[in-house]
């Protein structure tokens, strides 16, 4: 890969592992009923703001779009679990976005396009994938009470592989 390749970025937030650790476990009892494959525990995460592609160059700008938006640090509770037909995803979410999230959420929104870094102009969707390619469940099991405190905030570089996605963490934002 040239030095000059284009990395794939997004800003999360990124859940502590026992939060991953419930999450994979109602995944692996959810999976029985849809099959699919299960996201690991290291990986599951919250998307913020999706980029795509950005030049390697650009990434300190990127980083400081995400101290600008602030943020302060707040309870995240994942109250629904859902099927979207549209991917074939099983995800959890908020039955209400938190205003404190989507206040991040948007605020990181500003600052990208005032930096002129496209983002998909689509409402934010507050969701973890826990279970790609499964089929249409007949019911999900329910999920346990889970209460995700959110502390920070990453930006993170995927690197798609032929064995699936990792994920480096490129900066953290303290959520105060
Ligand atoms: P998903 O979990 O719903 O697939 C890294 O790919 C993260 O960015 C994932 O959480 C993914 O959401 C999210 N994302 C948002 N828009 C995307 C896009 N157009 N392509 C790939 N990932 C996207």
Redesign the pocket.
Known sequence: MSASAPW?L?F?IWPPPEIATLLNAWSRTAQVECGGRVTLPANI?L?LA?L?DVSPGRAKRLAECGRRAGGVAHSLALEQARYWKH?R?V?AGPRVIPPALGSLAQALAGELMAADFPT?AREFNA?V?LIRQARLPRILPGLPTIIWPVSEMVLVR?QLSSTG?SYAMLERFALT
């Open positions: 794939r997004f999360a995460h998307t999706f795509g991917n995803v995800w998909e969701h994938t995927t996605s």
